[in-house]
């Protein structure tokens, strides 16, 4: 059952009928060259049918690890950087309690979770070192390419930390490693050490692998129900793939956002007046500035949670200059049913409030912001989602993944590369190697 629909009536004002059909011919064209293999980046489409192409074995083996983790660690470390984090720690924010990680180990029921080698902080890496002096751990490091520095820094940290406590053999029985099937030096050391290997697949880029073991092995520590992420997903990568933007909603957003930047709309904001959608912003962030930020193209993507950004970025995106767009993530059931309650003396004269869910009070703010934002001059797209669940979180992420590369193919870049990502690592390892020769 489809769990996400679009609302477009909030584009009407700055986007005609006529330019929709005008720009009809060139994502029909993505379309195809995304169906018959001919675009640019044709060799990284293995996301398109991931859901379908994940086999029983792998989901066992993901399930045994996951439950052999839950057993033998109170910390579980998930060490990776980009696409290799972004996409797990979004979903387990979303199905987690907001305050997971403070919880004891019997109301979480599962070990607490937490990310590294995403950075190069020294007082991240001491900090963390610290905190799990005296606990049980295991780790997943996960790196597509085996090479990346962060990571890498942080997995030879945390590898000697766990071999002095568990021994060699211990701590090989606590790392589980996501990697490529052949190539990098991850894959050569997981091999000489015995560690448990999942793959991820040569033809999925790291931003398009969250529904390979990159995702889904911490998410099944999380206790999180990957399976139905991956039937909603496989759902959506049916009802996304027709011909038309009429009749599919993954192909008119795309359109919508190219008709916009050709208007001046330089920025779209994914927003959510939910606060467990942060890092699923930052994972669209990621998905769209990597796949569209080339050749000095594309939509600067960027992210607000409302409200509380509203008191910082509001008076901006009210009243700023107007080259943004927005997109916002609304989730119709709400299951939080806590309620203000009615005060006695009403001191703080809320009371015009009393008895109503906090939920209805924010679907208050967000309909009154998306009027106030739509009338200060901001195209405003509404994705709903009938309930925050497994399937039409799965639903989500395919449509973000599909509206992505239909895109980039109309802007007219390769969605599938990142050559602009090499700049930053060539600088910092001519100087690193610099300081090595001193
Ligand atoms: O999308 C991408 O390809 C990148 O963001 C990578 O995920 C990121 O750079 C990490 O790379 P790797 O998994 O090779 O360590």
């Known amino acids: 059952m489809q769990g996400i629909s679009l609302d477009f009536s909030g584009m009407k004002p700055f986007v005609k009928e006529d330019e929709l059909e005008l720009i009809q011919e060139k994502v029909l064209a993505a379309h195809d060259m995304l169906n018959n293999k001919t675009g640019l980046g044709r060799n990284m489409l293995g996301w398109m049918d991931l859901p379908n192409r994940i086999s029983e074995e792998e989901i ?18 998930v060490i990776g950087i980009g696409g290799s984090y972004l996409g797990a720690k979004a979903i387990i924010d979303l199905f987690d ?3 997971s990680n403070m919880q ?9 979770i937490i990310f590294a080698g995403n950075n190069l902080s020294g007082k991240y890496l001491r900090n963390l070192i610290e905190y799990i002096q005296e606990k049980d751990v295991a780790i997943n490091v996960i790196s597509k390419s085996g090479t990346t520095l962060e990571p890498a820094i942080a997995f030879r940290i945390l590898r000697l930390f766990l071999e002095e406590k568990y021994g060699i053999s211990g701590a090989a029985e ?3 490693v996501t990697t490529d099937a052949q190539s990098g030096v991850l894959k050569s050391i997981a091999d000489t050490q015995d560690y448990k290997t999942f793959v991820i697949p040569k033809d999925v880029g ?10 889904l092995l911490p998410m099944a520590v999380a206790n999180i129900d990957f399976e139905d992420i991956l039937d909603g997903a496989m759902f959506a990568s049916h009802v996304f793939n027709e011909r038309s933007i009429e009749h599919n909603d993954c192909y008119k957003y795309a359109a919508y956002r190219n008709i916009l930047n050709m208007k001046g709309k330089e ?6 007046y939910e606060p467990s959608f942060k890092y699923f912003i930052e994972w669209f962030k990621q998905l769209f500035g990597e796949s569209e930020g080339k ?3 594309g939509i600067f993507p960027a992210g607000d949670i409302f409200t509380t950004d509203l008191h910082s970025m509001g008076q901006w995106i009210q009243d700023g200059k107007r080259n943004i767009f927005e997109t916002v993530i609304n989730i119709n059931l709400n299951r939080s049913f806590i309620k203000l309650p009615k005060s006695v003396d009403n001191q703080d004269g809320l009371n015009y409030l009393a008895e109503k869910e906090i939920d209805y009070i924010n679907k208050q703010a967000f309909l009154g912001t998306l009027k106030a934002h739509i009338e200060g001059g901001v195209p405003t797209t509404v994705i709903n989602i009938d309930d925050l669940n497994e399937y039409n979180v799965g639903q989500l992420i395919f449509f973000f993944e599909k509206a992505c590369a239909i895109s980039g193919y109309v802007l007219g870049v390769n969605p599938f590369d990142q050559p602009g990502v090499e700049a930053y690592k060539k600088n910092m390892m001519a100087l690193l190697k610099k300081d090595e020769e001193n």
Do not use: N
């Open 104 to 112: 004891t180990l019997s109301d979480r029921k599962h070990p607490e």
């Open 206 to 215: 790291g931003r398009y692998s969250v529904l390979t073991p990159v995702g």
């Open 97 to 99: 309690s907001t305050f």
């Open 174 to 176: 606590r790392i589980y």
């Open 295 to 297: 050749d000095s193209k």
């Open 267 to 272: 920025i779209e904001l994914l927003t959510s």
């Open 60 to 77: 066992k083996q993901i399930k045994d690890a996951a439950s052999k983790i839950q057993k033998q660690a109170d910390v579980f470390i």
